[in-house]
């Protein structure tokens, strides 16, 4: 009975395998397609020849042209075709010398690349060898996919973005725009303390376009190489359309010294903090944030606040990561002697189930428990330090916010410990304004001492106590607004809130900041 069994099982067997290996193969290796990504990954350090061995079968690679010749913004005689396959988007960029200017953004094409070198001209992937004759134009006006992302996963990862649509969001320009700045040439797009470079030929049809100083800027992710052979990462703008939600510089002695003061913050509500915290500012003069906008940046230096890149503290306020998170005021009218609000999208002065203040003056909020900073800052469920070292508010003229950015005003709460705050070794922290507690040179020295915890800089607000008791930290002083001088400087009062605090116990009192 066995010996019948067996040959009838073995026969089945053999037919499951040869079932298999059919599918695998009739999926696989008769494909004419390879993948972009996959053509990519056969490039090991030196040149490669395409072969249909070293292709699995596969003679032709498909995609949608990205490069806009029209625009005179692409490197001459390219064509940059991106690929989505396999859930994947990876581009390739192809010489065509003279030719390259017959294919245009959303051309849709077949490549017949064997025979073709993939190999490395100054630190850029192409795929060259190929003529007009290799190429089937199937359509035209295709819509082209462009990818959202930070300048941080780009430097992390460039291979996976090179010769695609990159889109990098509220992005600050580096060095700060002035006034009649032009987009042509060179410029850092900053998040944090990671950057790529904006690239726009002089000849390209809107090299004379304003230079914002921040903006959100989409392009062909690109790369060169500088003298010494290392990478350079660079976006190329298609159009001026490609570069939107534009910030524009401004002059920051446009609006004078201190045109904004620090007057209060709640750090530590009652109940969960995430899309809670929110910090009072008041306005020593007018100010359209449209016309002269500014930033607010906080920070927070406890030992799991991890900055994008580098040895805190880094670029400073600039940072970014979970260490620093930047709020753009670029919408809003404030009059002089304005309280007003910047901090978390709920707006209730105590937490949850606590008196509603958004009819207070609020002039930018952020959802940050789930929504990274304006430029830099990550998603955090909490932007500021309840215990340890020190945090930070700050606030900028301008959006355009770096390592060498001077706030208007500045205050630090917390622990005294400099760790993250300021390196004398480095010379870097975070920069401070002449204001009533802080003073870049110091007063009996003559000494520069441009950073907080550095010389006399020692000034720090103790953490509110005890924890989880809703307090508003209220700082009251004196100041000048025609002077533009502090005549008393600011003390703190630890405001403990209940559920139906109102707005006017934050706003009023002996112990509020005065401006005349």
């Known amino acids: 009975m066995k010996t019948k069994i067996y040959p009838i099982l073995l026969v089945l067997l053999l037919a499951v395998i040869s079932a298999c290996k059919k599918h695998d193969f009739a999926e696989g290796a008769l494909s004419p397609i390879i993948a972009v990504s996959d053509m990519r990954s056969l490039y090991k350090g030196t040149d490669v020849t395409l072969t249909k061995e070293n292709m699995q079968g596969a003679h032709q690679i498909v995609g949608i042209v990205i490069s806009n010749p029209d625009s005179g ?21 192809i010489p065509l010398g003279d030719k390259a200017a017959s294919y245009h953004s959303g051309d849709s094409l077949m490549i017949d690349v064997e025979g073709a070198v993939l190999k490395k001209v100054s630190g850029a992937m192409q795929l ?32 996976s973005y090179e010769n695609t649509l990159v889109q990098i969001k509220s992005a600050t320009v580096s060095p700060a725009p002035k006034v ?33 100083s921040s903006a959100t800027f989409a392009g062909i992710l ?64 007018t100010i359209d944030f449209s016309k002269t906008p500014m930033a607010v940046v906080t920070c927070t230096n406890a030992g799991t606040a991890t900055p994008n890149a580098g040895d805190a503290p880094g670029a400073g306020w600039a940072t970014g990561g979970g260490r620093t998170y930047k709020f753009n005021l670029t919408t ?24 509603d203040i958004s009819s207070a003056k609020w002039i930018r909020s952020i959802a940050y428990v789930t929504n990274d900073g304006d430029g830099f800052g990550s998603m955090s469920s909490g932007l500021l330090p309840n215990s340890g070292n020190a945090g930070g508010i700050a606030i900028f003229a301008g959006t355009s916010v770096t ?39 110091d007063p009996t020295t003559n000494g520069a ?26 700082l009251g002083g004196a100041f000048d607004a025609t ?17 139906t605090s109102a707005l006017t116990d934050i706003e009023t009192g002996s112990d509020v900041t005065t401006v005349k």
């Open 222 to 285: 690109l790369v060169n190489q500088d003298a010494t052979g290392n990478a350079i990462l660079q976006v190329w703008p298609r159009t001026g359309a490609d570069i939107t939600n534009k910030t524009v510089p401004i002059d920051p002695t446009d609006l004078g010294k201190a045109p904004v003061v620090i007057t209060g913050y709640i750090n530590d509500t009652k109940g969960a903090d995430g899309n809670y915290e929110y910090f009072q500012f008041r306005a020593t003069r």
């Open 332 to 355: 809003g009218v404030v009059n002089k002697g304005d309280f007003f609000y910047v901090g978390g999208s709920n707006k209730k002065i105590n937490g949850p189930n606590t008196t």
């Open 449 to 474: 001492q441009p950073f907080a915890y550095q010389g006399s800089n020692t000034y720090v607000i103790p953490h509110s106590t005890p924890a989880d008791a809703g307090i508003f930290v209220k």
């Open 180 to 212: 009649g700045d032009t987009v042509a040439g060179e410029r850092y797009l900053v998040n944090g303390a990671d950057s790529v470079v904006l690239h726009t030929e002089a000849a390209a049809s809107f090299a004379k376009a304003a230079l914002p």
């Open 483 to 499: 002077t533009k001088n502090w005549t008393t400087a600011r003390k703190y009062t630890f405001l403990t809130l209940s559920s």
């Open 403 to 441: 390592e060498a950015s001077i706030p208007v005003d500045v205050v630090f709460f917390g622990g005294t410990g400099a760790t993250t705050i300021y390196n004398a070794t480095t010379n870097k922290g975070y920069r401070i304004p002449d204001n009533d507690h802080y003073h870049p040179v």
């Open 73 to 93: 913004n692409v490197p001459q005689g390219i064509v940059v075709l991106q690929n989505f396959r396999r859930q994947v988007i990876r581009g390739i960029s």
């Open 128 to 159: 060259t060898g190929l003529t007009e004759a290799n190429i089937h134009k199937i359509s035209s006006a295709n819509t082209v996919t462009v990818q959202a992302v930070s300048s941080y996963t780009i430097k992390s990862n460039p291979d």
